[in-house]
């Protein structure tokens, strides 16, 4: 991630794939706890990003992705599963839930993100607010 709008948020100092534990106050971390930070692309143009973040199996009703103040997360659970007369004998993916949380810049324009799931991928587009948009300067003639 080489954007400067957009950095991981430094408590989920996981890699990509790695379990991530959120513990609730007073009591030990749970495997219900648990989950998986997807991996994620971020693309920087003159407009804004765009991330692309991989959640196979998660459904539009099992995602849930907020902004509070400047921070985006991204949450979703998958409805993967082997079929009960099968057993799995190795499994990669073996948590249902995945969490990713991320800071965004004051320069990115929160009120306007747009998102798209399709096949596993989530696509979130976040413009540059107004003020960072880059904009020409007409010079007059004197």
């Known amino acids: 991630m080489n954007s400067?709008?957009?950095?991981?948020?430094?408590?989920?100092?996981?890699?990509?794939?790695?379990?991530?534990?959120?513990?609730?106050?007073?009591?030990?971390?749970?495997?219900?706890?648990?989950?998986l930070t997807p991996p994620v692309d971020v693309i920087e143009d003159a407009n804004g990003i765009t991330l692309y973040a991989d959640l196979?199996?998660?459904?539009?009703?099992?995602?849930?992705?907020?902004?509070?103040?400047?921070?985006?997360?991204?949450?979703?659970e998958s409805d993967l599963a082997a079929p009960q007369e099968l057993t799995s004998s190795h499994t990669e993916v073996g948590l249902p839930r995945f969490r990713r949380v991320f800071t965004l810049s004051k320069e990115l324009?929160?009120?306007?993100v747009e998102a798209e799931l399709a096949q596993g991928v989530l696509k979130l587009r976040i413009p540059k607010a107004e003020h960072a948009q880059p904009r020409r300067i007409n010079v007059k003639l004197a």
């Open 4 to 35: 400067s709008h957009i950095m991981q948020t430094p408590d989920v100092g996981r890699q990509p794939g790695q379990v991530a534990r959120q513990a609730r106050p007073g009591s030990e971390s749970r495997q219900a706890d648990a989950a």
């Open 56 to 76: 196979p199996g998660v459904s539009r009703d099992k995602l849930n992705l907020h902004v509070e103040s400047d921070t985006l997360t991204i949450e979703g």
């Open 109 to 112: 324009d929160t009120e306007r």
